[in-house]
């Protein structure tokens, strides 16, 4: 435009210059905006409809878990932990209820790993679901967030029964768990894994070949495997740029040697590859809860059940089939003085806690190490040259979540 | 517990070489009283751990703890010419070091580039308040090896070298640290509060952060 | 009707002049009316839609099966505060939504309902539509503008961006029409399209235009912004565009206008393409029946055309429920790379058409026993052209996609 442009003397704000056409704009992309997923700033500079630079700013979710973990004991702090990402909470409790477990060598039974395994691989699909919907919202698809939710919501039903609560779940007990399954709840995950994978099936068919959907994925938002490690970016985001690094095959915690399951691995590195693996880890999760199930030490509930009232020695006393590894008194519960740092394959990638006890009910020291705020970080670079609408693909790809950013 | 002895031993040796730096330091020595009188008191936590540590010094003497076993990167470290305080291993398995901060940026390089080590990925950084000191933890993760891998590096005036050059992670996670406990990261391109808005005052994660407002004392009982 | 009143109005003594202005303006205030209940009946069903394509139950707690849902929502935009910040351009930011709302309302006078119901039977009607629908856009750009709003800018310019795009392609594909049917006169248009003996199969969509629809249908999506062509109000990207800024009766004005222009376009659609006010079985219904009456024929008539308008209004909310969003680029290019090339032979197929049909040849071609007359030779020849044109063209877009695709591979450790 060689012609200036006057805008009238009201329209005049910070950011309005009298040469409008010379200037780039800035655009404040949240903290409220639709497709920010929570409160994130963007700063962003754009040309036109490309965007120039643009600059995270977080901390609006900020709630001090970290300070929090001082001052109180850590069964009080528990039930906060859920809220440090509140999609997968299940996550959050293993790492935190591993270190101390390892902190005073506490020993898990196998009924209890199992368990856990059986809980943290639905979490794992319920937050990959979640993720779908949004996805495809923010690339303007209305419809499938519907279809996740309700999917979602079968798995919410689950773990309501086992635990109480559908989001916030405060289950798992230092060396246990703080209750058996219900009786008959194997069953009814079984029936629900068994109609899963026809749900993405239909969701793939909605989806995978829908041109306007290919157009907007494939080839965008490539992210460089190596620039990838060093922006310390993990999980299924970092599995899209081919490299197969998943804890749960290269470190195994729980029993996760036991099962036997693939890593799904991209080669493009762009948003449709991210997209499919987390589709595809939504079935390999399906895989290995099916594994557990069958290898559940004790079986359903109901059958241990039975066995004990009969008086069965081996199901009243094996140590593996108990839920918990070593009675604690809550109350009173105080750690060892140790330090450690447990990492676990979220779905978000490493989730990691740190902690050091001193010897005193309350831990001396947590930190939580969020997937999501190095995934993060990799979205300037990414962004840079790209055009505004794919902001909201790329950043929908590498799945953020803010509780977990901000913690 | 049997595995109380293991935990307790890199404890004294974290604090033997540190002792003299935290001393020429100095800083800090106004707030170790009211700790020695809290180890009277059983209730307070903070003071309680401080209290741990006091008596540990008179022990050494008597009964010098054998010196954790270096592990295989303290090794390494060790023959590239690094000088590691080897801190045994933590709960988890992970072998933990401790290096000066004057050569730690270097030895830095050295673990993400030497074969033997590859540690390309910067899990995570954590600030320790240890009340006498400031203490980051930096948590190494290598992605061909799969190994993990812990880095102590105690800050010299409240200061650690930057290792943005080697991690990009570094990035976020120091301005985090330095929000959060005031380590300052020298060569950091832009050391700025993260999550605590950007007026705000103090370090709150040090363990002598007060909240001046009355109606959040509640925290501090 | 329009005798009876003019008529009357005669007898008062009024001149004729006069009385067509009275008559213009009374048939815009019918017609206007039944467009806002047309709208406020259009927004439920696209809830009700959008509900039963992600299971849900949709509105249904305000009257009965949620009727007045839309009502309730009306008073409730009546009353909402009109929120207005010191910063925006007054004049502007007021004019914008009228100057959006009163242009799709004025497509529906010209819209042939029946072949008495229309407001003013202009000679060019078809181009005084277009003409009329450019304007809304007009209207995107001010409020962007006005609202002092950055994500208003961005929507409001890509509004205009895609205006240009899409007008062309959608002008294009109408003066096939216009071609095929001699007018640009909306009755004639309709009554063109019926004269030929076969019914819904004689109508323009399908006789000689099938290209020309698919171009029309996809334009007409993208000039009226709704979803995959929704960038000006893209609510994950710019919030809600260029209407962001803008509450209460504001608002509602966009709301509606954008509701009615859909409804306009649709009905144009009808009119062009899809035999406007005749039933698919050709000629009307209740007329083979033995029905002479001409208010009862009006009546079906009426009844045709905006049933028809609705199928179209409902597919467009299948759509809706279905499709992701485009990218400007992908937009702009969609319609500069494939429709408006595509539109151009299209054209020059009809023309073609056209001129080999007023050609009074009688010369036949004979194979053997098979003999065809040579206009028929060249139809057929045209229209496999145009098929296999539209074939290549769609394939050379979805061949890229496919052949990505399977490059995708999965690899465990």
Known sequence: ??????????????????????????????????????????????????????????????????????????????????????????????????????????????????????????????????????????????????????????????????????????????????????????????????????????????????????????????????????????????????????????????????????????????????????????????????????????????????????????????????????????????????????????PRGFLGCYMITDGTPKAYRVKWRGASFSNLSILPPLMEGRLFPDLMAIFGSIDVILPEVDR | MSNENEIDKPQPASNNEPAAEAKAAEPKTAEAKPSEEGAEKPKPVAAKAAAAEKPAAPKKEETPPPPPEPGPYATLLGKLGFSPAPLGKDATGMEMIELKSSEFLNAAVALRDNAEAQFDLLVSVSGVDWKDRLEAVYHLYSTKTFDRLALKVTAVDEKIPSVVSVWQTADWHERETYDLFGIVFEGHPNLERILMPVDWIGHPMRKDYKVEDPRLVWNER | MKDFLYKLLMDLGLPPELIFFIWAGLMFVVISLVGQAAVVFMVLMERKILAWLTQRKGPNRVGPWG???????????????????????????????????????????????????????????????????????????????????????????????????????????????????????????????????????????????????????????????????????????????????????????????????????????????????????????????????????QFEMATWLILKTYVFIALAMLIRGTLPRLKPDQLMGFSWKFLIPLSLVNLLLIAMLKISWSLESTAVISLGAFSISLQYAVTYLLMALALFLVLMAFGALFKRKVVTRIQMQQRTV
């Open chain 1, 1 to 346: 435009m060689a012609t200036t442009i006057t805008p009238p003397e009201t329209a005049q704000g910070v950011y309005f210059e009298k040469d409008i056409d010379t200037n780039d704009m800035v655009v404040n992309i949240g903290p409220q905006h639709p497709s920010t997923h929570g409160v994130l700033r963007l700063i962003t500079t754009l040309d036109g409809e490309l965007v120039k630079s643009m600059e995270p700013v977080i901390g609006y979710l900020h709630r001090s878990k970290e300070k929090m973990a001082e001052s109180r004991s850590l069964f009080q702090y528990q039930p906060t932990i859920d809220r440090v990402e509140y999609l997968s909470s299940f996550f959050d409790h293993y790492v935190f209820v591993s270190n101390v477990e390892k902190i005073c060598d506490i020993q898990v039974p196998k009924r209890v790993q199992y368990i856990r395994m059986i809980t943290m691989e639905l979490n794992r699909i319920t937050s990959h679901l979640l993720w779908f919907g949004t996805f495809l919202l923010d690339l303007g698809a209305t419809s499938p967030m519907f279809y996740a939710f309700r999917d979602r919501e079968k798995i919410f039903k689950l773990f309501e029964d086992l635990t109480g609560a559908r989001m916030m779940y405060n289950y798992y007990r230092f060396g246990g768990v703080i209750a058996d399954m219900p009786e008959g709840w194997l069953d009814k995950v079984r029936l629900v894994i068994d109609d899963l994978p026809k749900r993405f099936d239909e969701y793939e068919a909605l989806v995978n070949k829908n041109p306007i959907f290919l157009d907007r994925t494939i080839g965008v938002g490539y992210l460089d495997p190596q620039q990838a490690i060093q922006y310390g970016v993990t999980g299924p985001t970092l599995r899209g740029s081919g490299i197969a690094l998943d804890q749960r095959k290269t470190n195994p915690y729980l029993c996760y040697d036991e099962v036997e399951f693939d890593v799904p691995v991209g080669k493009n590195g762009d948003c449709y590859d991210r997209y499919k693996i987390r589709v595809q880890e939504m079935r390999e999760s399906i895989r290995i809860i099916r594994q557990c199930i069958e290898k559940m030490p004790g079986g359903d509930t109901a059958e241990l059940n039975r066995r004990r009232k009969a008086g069965d020695e081996d199901a009243l006393n094996n140590p593996d089939y108990q839920i918990t590894g070593k009675k604690i008194n809550l109350i009173t519960f105080k750690p060892n003085k140790g330090e450690a740092f447990t990492t676990v394959e979220s």
């Open chain 3, 67 to 297: 009727l007045l849902q839309t009502v309730a929502d009306g008073v409730k935009l009546l009353f909402k505060e009109d929120v207005m910040t010191p910063e925006q351009d007054k004049l502007l930011f007021t004019m914008a939504p009228v100057l959006f709302f009163l242009p799709t309302f004025v497509i529906y006078g010209l819209i042939p309902f029946t072949s008495e119901l229309v407001g003013v039977d202009l000679t060019l009607g078809l181009l005084m539509v277009f003409a009329l629908s450019s304007i809304g856009v007009v209207g995107i750009v001010l409020a962007g503008w006005g609202s002092n709003n950055k994500y208003s800018l961005i929507g409001g310019m890509r509004s205009a961006s895609q205006a240009i795009s899409y007008e062309i392609p959608l002008v294009m594909s109408a003066l096939g029409v216009a071609l095929a049917s001699g007018s640009l006169n909306l009755k004639e248009i309709v009554e063109a399209q019926n004269a030929g003996q076969f019914g819904a199969f004689s109508w323009y969509w399908l006789s000689i235009l099938p290209l020309s629809f698919v171009i029309f249908w996809i334009s007409s999506i993208a000039e009226v912004n709704r979803i995959p062509f929704d960038l000006p109000e893209a609510e994950s990207e710019l919030v809600s565009g260029y209407n962001t800024e803008y509450s209460g009766m504001k608002f509602a004005l966009f709301f509606l206008a954008e509701y009615a222009s859909l409804f306009g376009m649709s009905a144009l659609m009808v009119v062009l393409f899809f035999g406007g006010y005749y039933s698919p079985i050709g000629g009307l219904i209740l007329e083979r029946l033995g029905f002479n009456e001409p208010l009862l024929l």
